[in-house]
Nanobody, 115 residues
Framework: QVQLVESGGGLVQSGGSLKLSCEAS????????MGWYRQAPGKQRDLVALVWTSGTTNYGDSVVGRFIISRESAKNTVYLQMNSLKSEDTAVYYC?????????WGQGMQVTVSS
């Protein structure tokens, strides 16, 4: 089992920045990817960004050029630097880890961008 603990969410003004962190613990061997999804009220959960152990990254179309995902392997932690935030970025952000075909989720945290 993989446990994911998120931090860094909160309230920020439009145009501002916020950095999210997610630390993995437990049985963390063979995690192939970590990243972030988000879910706004009444909408499906969508990909924000993923980073693979190879270093390859994937981003959702709406965040390309504004968000940057990175990882610190020694701390089993992944970060999401969010810049130029918009009101439409308001959502619950979930950390995600993929291990041997199984997905694990964090508890989720609110990010609210005020206009």
């Amino acid at each position: 089992q993989v446990q994911l603990v998120e931090s860094g969410g909160g309230l920020v003004q439009s145009g501002g920045s916020l950095k999210l962190s997610c630390e993995a613990s437990g049985s963390i061997f063979s995690i192939s990817a970590m990243g972030w999804y988000r879910q706004a009220p009444g909408k499906q959960r969508d990909l924000v960004a993923l980073v693979w152990t190879s270093g390859t990254t994937n981003y959702g179309d709406s965040v390309v050029g504004r968000f940057i995902i990175s990882r610190e392997s020694a701390k089993n932690t992944v970060y999401l630097q969010m810049n130029s935030l918009k009101s439409e970025d308001t959502a619950v952000y979930y950390c995600y880890a993929l291990q041997r075909g199984s997905g694990y989720w964090g508890q989720g945290m609110q990010v609210t961008v005020s206009s």
